[in-house]
């Protein structure tokens, strides 16, 4: 039984909308490391802004002077805080969405991930699995030099 070797100019089986560059693979890579960081910063901040609003509105004897400590309105100052992070997290939400060549509708979900409590925990873990599986899937291809 003699098998005839493979020619070397044979291409793979594979699906073209697999056929990734090194540029957007390593950039995807990289997305995907920022929106995780993002989305446990953003995601933190927004637990500890509803821990704020809860005690501010419901336990506090007078919300405006709740959370005032010599002139620092510390509910402010973590207000402003998940406001900028979530600027940050919107701008690796899309990113990652850039890169991935997801739909708009994509990027509103995870955009909206980072405003409801908890939701940006649940849909890190989902997107980075799914992002992972992506990147294994995908057929790398080098530029001619």
Not at 18 to 47: D, E, P, Q
Not at 105 to 133: C, D, N, T, W
Request: proline share 3%; glycine share 6%; charged share 15%.
């Amino acid at each position: 039984m003699s098998e005839e070797p493979e020619s070397l100019d044979s291409r793979p089986d594979f699906d073209d909308s697999n056929v990734w560059s090194v540029k957007r693979f390593t950039s995807a890579g990289n997305a995907m490391k920022f929106y995780r960081v993002m989305a446990i910063i953003t995601g933190t901040m927004l637990l500890i802004l509803t821990v704020e609003m809860i005690y501010k509105y419901l336990i506090a004897a007078d919300p405006s002077t709740a959370l005032n400590f010599g002139g620092f309105n510390l509910a402010a100052a973590i207000a402003i805080c998940h406001g900028w992070c979530y600027v940050v997290y919107l701008i690796g939400c899309f990113w990652l969405n850039q890169q991935m060549r997801w739909t708009l509708g994509r990027y509103i979900v995870l955009a909206l991930a980072g405003v409801v409590p908890v939701m940006s925990f649940i849909l890190e873990r989902k997107i980075h699995r799914q992002v992972e599986a992506e990147l294994e899937a995908a057929v790398v291809v080098a530029p001619k030099s």
